[in-house]
T-cell receptor, first 116, second 111 residues
């Protein structure tokens, strides 16, 4: 596979469930990102990882827990979510080298999450 | 108010017409990115602009970054139904890997 892939594409969960979103990039990039896109709101950055280290947590509630085991994989663990957390969750990656900076971000297709 | 303002919020044009979408910031931009999104899907990278006065084109889409690097415009010539979607601008407002996005412009093209 090429580019950035996300699984699952759709997820419906109850407020007491625990689930995980997975993102994988096949581009050899060093930075990975989680974004949340809600209806009628701008795309919101949630987390940034550079070289597997978290460099940004944009005041995200603790019910969202990211994990980056290596530069190619990124997870978002979900537990005790609220209905207002229903949204499209997008993963992205970018080259991010010290000389060139972050570079353009390439996005996955997203996971459509519905919390009942 | 948002850090990046996009206008218009939505646009309906007749096929074959030209259109322009604007993206404005109150701060100097280190990098400006244009993306296109089909509803409910991921973002597709269109163009990146970094230098003041820079202009790039891809097929019938042209993007410019003004000299002060605070505003960008995306221009589509002779629009087609395939151009329909949501256009988002994203910007580096400080050197780093944090992109801020505008709210998006929804484009519909009528045949």
């Amino acid at each position: 596979e090429t580019g950035v892939t996300q699984t699952p594409r759709h997820l419906v969960m109850g407020m007491t469930n625990k689930k995980s979103l997975k993102c994988e990039q096949h581009l050899g990039h060093n930075a990975m990102y989680w974004y949340k896109q809600s209806a009628k709101k701008p795309l919101e950055l949630m987390f940034v990882y550079n070289f597997k280290e978290q460099t940004e947590n944009n005041s995200v509630p603790s019910r969202f827990s990211p994990e980056c085991p290596n530069s190619s994989h990124l997870f978002l663990h979900l537990h005790t979510l609220q209905p207002e957390d229903s949204a499209l969750y997008l993963c992205a990656s970018s080259p991010w080298d010290l000389a060139g900076g972050p570079g353009e971000q390439f996005f996955g297709p997203g996971t459509r999450l519905t919390v009942l | 108010s948002q850090e990046l303002e996009q206008s218009p919020q939505s646009l309906i044009v007749q096929e074959g017409k030209n259109l322009t979408i604007n993206c404005t910031s109150s701060k100097t931009l280190y990098g400006l990115y244009w993306y296109k999104q089909k509803y409910g899907e991921g973002l597709i990278f269109l163009m990146m602009l970094q230098k003041g006065g820079e202009e790039k084109s891809h097929e019938k889409i042209t993007a410019k970054l003004d000299e002060k690097k605070q505003q960008s415009s995306l221009h589509i010539t002779a629009s087609q139904p395939s151009h329909a979607g949501i256009y988002l601008c994203g910007a580096d407002m400080e050197y780093g890997n944090k992109l801020v996005f505008g709210a998006g412009t929804i484009l519909r093209v009528k045949s």
